[in-house]
């Protein structure tokens, strides 16, 4: 029960940059055999068209012969004010952070489940689906809660096939998406304020819980939804 991934294949979505890339980074790190998915990386994939995610996942079954892991990461954010949300902006975030990720978990599942075994890991966010932040910013949590939801019925679904399915819920990381906030003159101190811990997040404090649910130290976990947020969903900190 050890986080050895060796002999192990792992496929990435969304990681050209940020989490993705730390990722894969830890998983060829831990001895994984990595295929790091993106539009900017080697092995390009839109993960919006159905065509290229089979392609893609037809591709990886057939150099490695199996998929073990799927680390579903792929995301998008438009910080658009409520009411200035349009049809295109909201189909593109809807259609890469939940579509996108439904279209691989089905692709890289129906392997899966031919072999009766392996793991998923979906990203939410904690603001979807694990407390509300009213930040205008609607449809994006919403896609992260729909991901909640899906993690959940996956997990049901894929249990007889000794498949796992679980997600985290990052909470303020540091990365080029929430570059626009922690740019902002005041955001990043409301931001501390609200984090038990005091500091905002790094890539690395999500990598090991995803590296974490993907191992055969996690066996027994499934259906689990896991914030990485220095605390703020579970804390009130009240400063005497």
Same mark, same amino acid.
């Given at each position: ?8 294949? +792992? ?30 990386? +080697?092995?390009?994939?839109? @993960?919006?068209? #159905? ?23 792929? /995301? ?10 349009? #049809?295109?902006?909201?189909?593109? @975030? ?13 692709? @890289? ?26 930040? /205008? ?9 729909? !991901? ?22 990052? /909470? ?29 997040? #790094?890539?690395?404090? @999500? ?28 804390? !009130?900190?009240?400063?005497?």
């Amino acid at each position: 029960m050890s986080f050895d991934f060796t002999g192990k294949t +792992v496929l990435i979505t969304g990681a050209a940059q940020g989490i993705g890339e730390a990722a894969a980074k830890a998983f060829a790190t831990a001895g994984a055999n990595v295929i790091a998915v993106d539009l900017d990386t +080697v092995e390009r994939c839109d @993960v919006t068209s #159905e065509a290229e995610v089979n392609e893609t996942v037809d591709n990886a079954i057939a150099r490695y012969g199996a998929i073990d892991v799927l680390f579903n990461n792929a /995301g998008i954010n438009k910080r658009i004010p409520l009411n200035d949300w349009t #049809e295109p902006d909201w189909q593109a @975030v809807i259609n890469v952070n939940f579509i996108g990720s439904f279209l691989m978990a089905r692709a @890289v599942g129906r392997y899966m489940m031919a072999r009766r075994s392996g793991a998923i890991v979906n990203m939410s966010a904690l603001g979807g689906g694990v407390v509300g932040l009213g930040r /205008g910013t609607e449809i994006y949590t919403g896609t992260k809660g729909a !991901i909640v939801g899906m993690t959940r019925d996956l997990a049901a679904e894929f249990a007889p096939y000794g498949i796992r399915v679980n997600c985290v819920a990052p /909470g303020w990381i540091d990365t080029a998406m929430n570059a626009p906030l922690m740019n902002h003159p005041t955001a990043p101190q409301k931001v501390l304020d609200r984090i038990p811990l005091g500091r905002w997040g #790094e890539v690395e404090d @999500v990598v090991g819980p995803v590296l974490f649910l993907a191992s055969d130290a996690a066996r027994y976990i499934t259906g689990h939804v896991l914030p990485i947020d220095g605390g703020a969903a579970a804390i !009130i900190r009240i400063t005497l």
